[in-house]
């Protein structure tokens, strides 16, 4: 094995293209896998680890059933394939073990978070104002795992608390991701699913990050910094208005330059590089807005959490096909070294997506550096 810092480099390179191609094709797999469908957000993913780096990468689209990739058990352990090339070793996440656990009142634990490779998760509240009407996001499935019976409808800070503690000492969990459907009051849900983290990070000391909308009261995202939470998500989705107002209306309502309101304030509180917003690609954006957007968030403290669209089954996008894995990687490279300037990456966050990064290939070139810790990012193939 050459062991020598070109040596890892060129692993790196080859694995940080490999995880972008399956996210964008998809995994056919062999193996009954852990994986998450529906949910607020874009999801439909498999949970494993390539390599030893946490991935997620669609395995339930149609998609996805016709990818190259294929993973296949060996004598001892998985492993990712093409035309029987064995291209990486794989661990699929096992199922966590506090899945067989259920509160006094006989909910299962499993209904109320789950574990996305080793952040406990949970969207608080299953029921979004803009869910089934015309300002439904067209890439979410906040609405399809509660009507298929896989979770429900709201969860008590209590009940999070209880299966937190449990995911920690059970099953390893590092700290808790958790997301709400937006309400109809002026906090959009805010409060209460800052309320939520605060009863996780007091009974299991894990770092919580929250997610939510921009509150029209901006004092909303103090009054959540003081619950004791480490991180937030507000998620502008897209930095080109044409896109966001065809995929998320309520969202474009706001604005762009709302959420950079809201995000100069959740940074004044949370601190730089403790707040991040979604930015998904292959909903037939501008690049040049998107690269755009994403610098000046960074320019603020911004994490932009960059990752493709997984059409999600059940969503209004369910048909659209995934963006293509070289577009994705150089949408990466003119962010990542951008990101590092500013010193913020996935190694500042103290919790939540942008910590956990298995949704995206941004993190694996966030981390080459050369000997003289120069950004080194790996030219896009076509293999
Ligand atoms: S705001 Fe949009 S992405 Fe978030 S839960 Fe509602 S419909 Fe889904």
Same mark, same amino acid.
């Given at each position: 094995?050459?062991?020598?810092?070109? &040596?890892?480099?060129?692993?790196?390179?080859?694995?940080?293209?490999?995880?972008?191609?399956?996210?964008?094709?998809?995994?056919? +797999?062999?193996?009954?896998?852990?994986?998450?469908?529906?949910?607020?957000?874009?999801?439909?993913?498999?949970?494993?680890?390539?390599?030893?780096?946490?991935?997620?990468?669609?395995?339930?689209?149609?998609?996805?059933?016709?990818?190259?990739? +294929?993973?296949?058990?060996?004598?001892?352990? #998985?492993?990712?394939?093409?035309?029987?090339? =064995?291209?990486?070793?794989?661990?699929?996440?096992?199922?966590?073990?506090?899945?067989?656990?259920?509160?006094?009142?006989?909910?299962?634990?499993?209904?109320?978070?789950?574990? !996305?490779?080793?952040? +406990?998760?949970?969207?608080?509240?299953?029921? %979004?104002?803009? #869910?089934?009407?015309?300002?439904?996001?067209?890439? %979410?499935? /906040?609405? *399809? @795992?509660?009507?298929?019976? =896989?979770? /429900?409808?709201?969860?008590?800070?209590?009940?999070?608390?209880?299966?937190?503690?449990?995911?920690?000492?059970?099953?390893?969990?590092?700290?808790?991701?958790?997301?709400?459907? @937006?309400?109809?009051?002026?906090?959009?849900?805010?409060?209460?699913?800052?309320?939520? &983290?605060?009863?996780?990070?007091?009974?299991?000391?894990?770092?919580?990050?929250?997610?939510?909308?921009?509150?029209?009261?901006?004092? *909303?995202?103090?009054?959540?910094?003081?619950?004791? /939470?480490?991180?937030?998500?507000? !998620?502008?989705? $897209?930095?080109?208005?044409?896109?966001?107002?065809? *995929?998320?209306?309520?969202?474009?309502?706001? &604005?762009?330059?709302?959420?950079?309101?809201?995000?100069?304030?959740?940074?004044?509180?949370?601190?730089?590089?403790?707040?991040?917003?979604?930015?998904?690609?292959?909903?037939?954006?501008?690049?040049?807005?998107?690269?755009?957007? %994403?610098?000046?968030?960074?320019?603020?403290?911004?994490?932009?959490? +960059? *990752?493709?669209?997984?059409?999600?089954?059940?969503?209004?996008?369910?048909?659209?096909?995934?963006?293509?894995?070289?577009?994705?990687?150089?949408?990466? =490279?003119?962010?990542?070294?951008?990101?590092?300037?500013?010193?913020?990456?996935? !190694?500042?966050?103290?919790?939540?997506?942008?910590? %956990?990064?298995?949704?995206? &290939?941004?993190?694996?070139?966030?981390?080459? $550096?050369?000997?003289?810790? =120069? @950004?080194?990012?790996?030219?896009?193939? !076509?293999?």
């Amino acid at each position: 094995m050459d062991n020598s810092p070109a &040596g890892r480099l060129r692993a790196d390179d080859r694995l940080a293209h490999l995880i972008t191609e399956l996210q964008g094709r998809g995994l056919r +797999v062999e193996v009954p896998l852990e994986s998450r469908q529906g949910g607020a957000g874009p999801a439909d993913a498999g949970m494993l680890w390539i390599d030893g780096f946490a991935a997620t990468v669609p395995t339930g689209a149609d998609y996805a059933r016709t990818s190259p990739y +294929v993973l296949r058990a060996e004598d001892e352990g #998985w492993a990712v394939y093409r035309d029987g090339e =064995r291209l990486a070793s794989a661990q699929p996440a096992r199922r966590p073990r506090y899945y067989d656990l259920a509160t006094a009142a006989g909910v299962p634990y499993w209904q109320i978070a789950l574990l !996305h490779l080793d952040s +406990v998760a949970s969207t608080v509240n299953q029921t %979004c104002a803009y #869910w089934g009407n015309a300002d439904q996001c067209t890439f %979410c499935g /906040i609405g *399809v @795992t509660l009507a298929n019976g =896989r979770t /429900i409808a709201r969860k008590t800070p209590e009940m999070l608390a209880e299966v937190a503690v449990a995911a920690r000492d059970l099953d390893g969990a590092v700290d808790a991701t958790l997301t709400t459907g @937006t309400t109809a009051t002026p906090d959009k849900g805010a409060l209460y699913v800052g309320r939520c &983290g605060q009863a996780v990070r007091e009974a299991s000391g894990l770092p919580v990050e929250v997610q939510f909308e921009p509150p029209r009261d901006p004092a *909303v995202i103090d009054r959540v910094a003081d619950m004791g /939470i480490a991180s937030v998500g507000i !998620h502008v989705e $897209s930095f080109d208005p044409a896109v966001l107002a065809r *995929v998320a209306p309520a969202k474009a309502r706001t &604005g762009i330059e709302g959420y950079f309101r809201a995000w100069e304030r959740a940074v004044a509180a949370f601190g730089a590089g403790q707040v991040s917003t979604y930015v998904i690609l292959g909903m037939g954006e501008d690049p040049d807005l998107i690269v755009a957007g %994403c610098r000046r968030a960074i320019d603020i403290g911004v994490y932009p959490f +960059v *990752v493709p669209l997984r059409p999600t089954v059940g969503s209004l996008m369910e048909e659209l096909p995934a963006p293509s894995p070289e577009y994705c990687e150089t949408i990466y =490279r003119r962010v990542v070294p951008y990101l590092r300037e500013r010193g913020i990456g996935a !190694h500042t966050a103290a919790a939540g997506c942008a910590r %956990c990064q298995a949704c995206s &290939g941004m993190s694996l070139l966030e981390e080459k $550096s050369d000997a003289d810790g =120069r @950004t080194f990012l790996p030219l896009v193939s !076509h293999g």
